[in-house]
């Protein structure tokens, strides 16, 4: 078995310290992979009820740029891997979303994660002009032309939600044969459909789990589902991440990430809302590493 990966997630925005402050500090403190989230509009109105329940947070309003803060704080480290929880596929074209992603992989030497989600918002995607009803096929169609992308010198693509003719897309992600996708899920009372995406396109399966204390019984029958419709499909369930998010208040500290670790986890996100603040990195970083950081090894 291999180290436990321990990533630190939080929101950037105007409000937050900079990439690359942040990401020096989480190189700092020994942490595997920094990741961030995307909105990249918020409605005046909206209907759709947010899935934790309330309003949503208030910095879903001022969510800055996924790639270029990634960009950023790959840039101002040499360790360090990016990563995003979750890149919004849908909302994108996958040719442009390719070539970022690709670019990045490329001058960040291979640091480069790529969390990959549909999100909840319909309003978001109705305003960007993209197909939220069928926004898991489009997403499941645009990894898959991705992975051609990135791993071809000229691919071609033909889907219902995607489809291109000959191209070429340079430069290509060091990582081979391409950069590894991970599938996210929200919080939901079963996984089905994203272990199923994880299964056909996916390089790993990253669930979010509010109430991480309890909820470790059903990430095992996740995990256990995930490793039979590997088998099923042929494909090899040791190869594949399995990072759940979880808050990283939650209580146990080490303790609850060994239950995940039992369970089936390769490695987990730490939700760390209290840095949507500026000035407080090594106040809100310094004591996550000390409960975490190293204490599973």
């Known amino acids: 078995m291999g180290k436990f990966q321990i990533a630190v997630m939080m929101p950037f925005t105007d409000r937050t310290d900079p ?14 992979m920094l990741c961030m989230g995307e909105h990249p509009l918020y409605p005046v109105q909206m209907k759709t009820p947010y899935p934790g329940g309330g309003q949503p947070p208030g910095w879903y309003a001022s969510i800055a740029d996924l790639f270029v803060v990634m960009a950023m704080a790959a840039q101002a480290t040499t360790r360090l891997r990016v990563g995003s929880t979750v890149c919004l596929v849908p909302e994108r074209n996958p040719i442009l979303l390719a070539k970022a992603a690709a670019t990045l992989d490329h001058f960040s030497g291979g640091r480069l994660t790529l969390g990959v989600g ?30 051609e992308m990135w791993s071809k010198a000229e691919a071609e693509f033909h889907g219902r ?19 590894p996708v991970i599938i996210c899920a929200g919080q939901a009372a079963r996984y089905n459909r994203s272990l199923r995406y994880t299964v056909s396109v996916g390089d790993g399966w990253m669930p979010l789990f509010w109430d991480a204390e309890n909820h470790v019984g059903l990430f095992a029958e996740s995990v256990a589902m995930l490793r039979r419709m590997c088998h099923e499909a042929g494909r090899d369930f040791a190869q594949l991440q399995v990072m759940p998010a979880l808050m990283s208040s939650a209580p146990g500290g080490a303790d609850l990430l060994r239950r995940y670790r039992d369970a089936g986890a390769t490695g987990a996100a730490l939700m760390s809302p209290g840095l949507v603040r500026k000035g407080v990195t090594d106040e809100v970083l310094g004591p996550i590493a000390d409960r975490f950081v190293g204490r599973l090894d």
């Open 19 to 32: 990439p690359g402050i942040v990401a020096i500090a989480a190189e700092r403190y020994g942490f595997d």
């Open 161 to 179: 939600w995607v489809n291109f003719p000959p191209i070429r897309i340079s430069p290509k992600p060091a990582q081979k044969p391409h950069l």
């Open 118 to 147: 549909t999100g909840w918002m319909r309003e978001e995607y109705e305003i960007l002009g993209a197909d939220f009803d069928h926004r898991w096929a489009v997403l499941h169609e645009s990894v898959a032309a991705m992975k």
